[in-house]
């Protein structure tokens, strides 16, 4: 029962970390949209290219979220990570120390 304990606890590990990874780009994506950057730069086009579908779901669900011209789609998608996060990842965490029996 061990051996499914740590795969559990790693596997929420591994989720905490590539959530935190998405909540840095999608920060340095809200950053670099007020700056205007080269459009055919490899970095700027990757960055758009990971979180333009997230934020493009979010401004079809959710209309309000363009306020005079302001996108507030990052900040509705930093809560939603920051609810998984909080939510799924520490549910999983505290299945996987259940199951050790720590």
Do not use: C, H
């Not at 061990?2 to 809200?30: E, P, Q």
């Not at 670099?32 to 669900?61: C, G, H, M, Q």
């Not at 507030?72 to 996060?85: F, G, T, Y």
């Amino acid at each position: 029962m061990f051996v499914f304990a740590n795969l559990v606890t790693t596997v929420a590990g591994l989720l905490s970390l590539v959530i935190n990874l998405y909540i840095f780009i999608v920060i340095v994506a809200a950053f670099l949209s007020w700056v205007k950057p080269d459009p055919y730069n490899a970095i700027v086009r990757t960055l758009r290219a990971l979180t333009e579908p997230v934020f493009y779901r979010i401004r079809k669900t959710f209309p309000f979220v363009m306020v005079n011209g302001i996108d507030l789609s990052p900040i509705v998608a930093l809560v939603a990570l920051q609810l998984i996060n909080g939510v799924v990842v520490q549910s999983l965490l505290q299945l996987g120390l259940r199951l050790a029996g720590v």
